[in-house]
């Protein structure tokens, strides 16, 4: 059983990697096939795991050093590779006092914990003091093949030790952005333009508007620096998003619009292809009876949501009988 803490925070994380399974079968023929899919979301445990007086990060607390996994003989010859995901308890002092497995192959699970335990991090600070914290490490094991498996059964178990902590470890909005400010000091300049994309949104859902605004701009003039970055797709969408809902919450209307456009023109990502845009701003807009923008916007991502082309068409098609749809969970 994992050690009981208290007074825990941690700080947020900057990877989210989501991916889908898709298997076609035929059904009486070629025209007619059913299709078996499965969506992971953060199929890497690299993203937020929210929680506040004690708090959880998905990626979590950037270590200052890490121990190399020592490649156990076992599963050296049997071939065994992939990653292992782990929930991390660090002492006010940053040291790691507990790791608990959530998913990864059985022969590499102790190999993971003793290189953890030997990582080193910078404390957390909460309210000017250190404080205990749960955050989450990634410890991939290779046998010189391309690429880590992940084990996508045990990987089942991480959501809902996730919600599970949630629950029990609650942030509010401010804390979450004060995590990732924090943690967003650590790290190479990859990482802080990841951070700095979950600090602009956090910096809006926490009633930071100034620093929304502040942090948006500047991620669309990194993004600009950076057009080949994986993360830029995610940049353009999410900083025009941010920004054009200030622009709303300020009255400016048209601004909103031209944004919430400039926001459709992203070239996507792997997360926007698979799970689609946010779509927030664009029923803030049809609030306002803003339809032409909306279905311009709607246009704008079948060009890279090539997946969700039938929720689009559904969408676009309330939006002109005069209707805003239901979005669902692309409101974010």
């Known amino acids: 059983m994992a050690p009981q803490a208290k007074e825990i925070c941690a700080g947020l994380g900057y990877f989210n990697w989501d991916t889908a399974i898709s298997k076609p079968f035929p059904l009486g023929g070629e025209r007619v096939q059913l299709h078996f899919r499965a969506e992971y979301f953060n199929v890497f445990n690299r993203a937020n795991f929210n929680g506040p007086q004690v708090s959880l990060s998905g990626s979590g607390w950037t270590p200052i050093d890490e121990a190399e996994p020592v490649y156990p003989e076992a599963a050296r010859a049997q071939n065994v590779h992939g990653v292992v995901n782990l929930l991390v308890t660090l002492d006010p002092q940053a040291r790691v006092t507990h790791a608990e497995v959530l998913s990864g192959p059985q022969v590499l699970r102790a190999a993971a914990i003793e290189a953890v335990k030997q990582w080193k991090y910078q404390p957390v600070i909460r309210d000017g003091a250190a404080v205990s914290t749960l955050t989450n490490a990634t410890v991939e ?40 400010e924090q943690d967003s000091e650590a790290g190479d300049d990859t990482r802080q333009f990841y951070m700095l994309d979950e600090m602009t949104k956090a910096a809006l859902r926490a009633g930071a508007f100034d620093k929304a605004a502040e942090y948006a701009k500047e991620l669309l003039s990194k993004a600009s ?108």
């Open 141 to 180: 094991f290779s046998s010189g093949q391309s690429g880590a498996e992940q084990d996508l059964a045990g990987l089942m178990a991480v959501p809902n030790r996730r919600m599970q902590l949630e629950k029990e470890l609650p942030r509010s909005p401010q804390q979450i952005l004060t995590d990732l």
């Open 225 to 332: 620096q950076n057009p080949d970055d994986v993360n830029y797709g995610n940049a353009i969408h999410d900083g025009n998003t941010v920004l054009g809902r200030l622009a709303l919450r300020q009255g400016d209307v048209k601004n909103a619009g031209r944004l919430l456009l400039e926001a459709g023109r992203t070239p996507g990502s792997t997360q926007l292809n698979s799970f689609g845009p946010d779509m927030t701003l664009a029923r803030d807009l049809l609030e306002k009876g803003e339809r032409e923008v909306v279905l311009q916007y709607l246009t704008l991502c079948g060009h890279f949501w090539t997946a969700g082309a039938q929720r689009l068409q559904a969408w676009s098609k309330t939006v002109r009988q005069g209707g805003i749809p239901e979005f669902g969970s692309n409101l974010r």
